[in-house]
């Protein structure tokens, strides 16, 4: 299948590999697919159903240095990949995240032995801002992976994380799985939400719509509304992913 012209480009001069197989619908210029990051560079750049700008981005941050959210009006996600930040006064770990509204831009700084890998989420939607339910919502949330309340299921472990408004959203929703050798996390299904899933490690086979995707550790899949979907385990080892939602 043929892929927009604009999200073929920003393919191209990234270098890194979406694997399409649903299409796009309206002005949507992001399909369904598997996204292989870099460790530095795009992952994700366009317009979904319900978001009129999704970036989504890896930065690397060597010894001793540090990094500004950048000035544009949009609310923030970040995911750490590999080492150690500081941000906020509160050092994150591997799986660590920290979530702010627009308008927040703390500074993000390497701590540790090595350099750090993190992935910058950022979200504008199409509905207009209201940075008040984001100031009653109440601080910006910020969890080492440690911090993160672990639920053990029949399937593996399940870490809720938050479920909260921003500025640009009405509610965003985040979960982190850990799955078991030879699971599916549940029977393909649709729902009207857009939802990424960030694996953080393990070897997985993405049933989207009639087609089969592979993905691992590091790799991102977006899943547009409406879009048949399951996430099925390989039979070797455990696989650790974040699941994201969110509702304009």
């Known amino acids: 299948m043929r892929l927009p012209y604009r999200f073929l480009f920003v393919l191209l001069a990234t270098t890194h590999i979406h694997t399409s197989c649903a299409a796009q619908t309206g002005d949507d210029t992001l399909t369904a697919g598997v996204s292989h990051s870099p460790k530095d560079g795009i ?16 930065r690397t941050l060597a010894a001793g240095r540090s990094f500004t959210l950048p000035p544009g009006n949009a609310d923030y996600l970040l995911i750490v990949r590999e080492g150690n930040i ?9 799986g660590g995240i920290a979530l702010f509204p627009a308008g927040d831009r703390p500074d993000v700084r390497q701590s540790g032995a090595s350099a750090a890998v993190f992935y910058l989420f950022s979200f504008r939607s199409r509905s207009p801002a209201q940075p008040g339910r984001a ?9 080492d992976w440690s911090q993160l309340p672990m639920k053990k299921t029949g399937k593996g472990e399940s870490r809720a994380i938050f479920s909260r408004p921003v500025a640009w959203l009405a ?6 799985t850990t799955l078991n050798p030879g699971e599916i996390s549940h029977p393909q299904h649709v729902h009207r939400n857009e939802e990424i899933i960030l694996l953080r490690s393990g070897h997985v086979r993405m049933h ?6 592979d993905a691992a550790g590091g790799d991102l899949v977006f899943l547009p509304s409406g879009v048949p979907h399951d996430l099925e385990n390989g039979k ?13």
């Open 43 to 58: 992952v994700l750049h366009g317009a979904t159903r319900d978001l009129s700008n999704l970036d989504i981005s890896t």
């Open 86 to 94: 500081e941000i906020a006064h509160k050092n994150l770990g591997p």
């Open 135 to 143: 100031q009653k919502a109440g601080p910006p949330v910020i969890l």
């Open 171 to 176: 509610n965003i929703n985040m979960h982190a």
């Open 208 to 213: 989207i719509a009639n087609s089969y995707l």
């Open 236 to 248: 070797d080892s455990s696989c650790e992913y974040f699941a994201l939602q969110w509702e304009p």
